[in-house]
C-alpha cells in the first residue's frame, strides 16, 4: 500500500496557527491549561495523521515534559486536535475565499 502525500494545506503557515489557536482555546475551554496546549500541539502535529488516528501519539515517550498523561487524557487531548483541526481548516477556507468541503 503506497502513502500518499499530504494536502498542501497542512503545510501552510496560515492553517497551521490557526488550528493551533483553536486548539488552544479547546484546550482551554476543557480545563487545560495553556502551557499545556502549548507543549502539546507539536506532538501531536508530528504523530495524529488525517485519519485522525491517535496511536502513535499514545505510544510517544513523554522525556521531558511538565504534564503527565495518562491513556484516557492522551485519548481526549487527541480528540480535541482532531476536532479543532477540522474547525480550523473551515476558518482557513473562509479566509482564503475557498468553499469548505
Known amino acids: 500500500m503506497t ?3 499530504p494536502p498542501e494545506f497542512l ?3 496560515r492553517f497551521i496557527s490557526e488550528h ?3 486548539f488552544v482555546m ?3 475551554r476543557d480545563g487545560y491549561s ?3 496546549s502549548t507543549e502539546e500541539f507539536p506532538r501531536l502535529r508530528e504523530t495524529v495523521k488525517l485519519d485522525a488516528c491517535p496511536k502513535a501519539y499514545l505510544r510517544l515517550q513523554r522525556t521531558g515534559s511538565r504534564f503527565a498523561l495518562d491513556r484516557r ?3 481526549e487531548i487527541a480528540e480535541i486536535y482532531h476536532k479543532a483541526g477540522e474547525h480550523a481548516y ?6 482564503l475565499g475557498i468553499k469548505p468541503e
Open 20 to 22: 493551533r489557536r483553536v
Open 90 to 95: 473551515y476558518g482557513y477556507c473562509v479566509a
Open 26 to 28: 479547546f484546550m482551554g
Open 3 to 5: 502513502e500518499t502525500s
Open 11 to 13: 503545510s501552510d503557515e
Open 34 to 36: 495553556q502551557e499545556m
Open 73 to 75: 487524557k492522551k485519548m
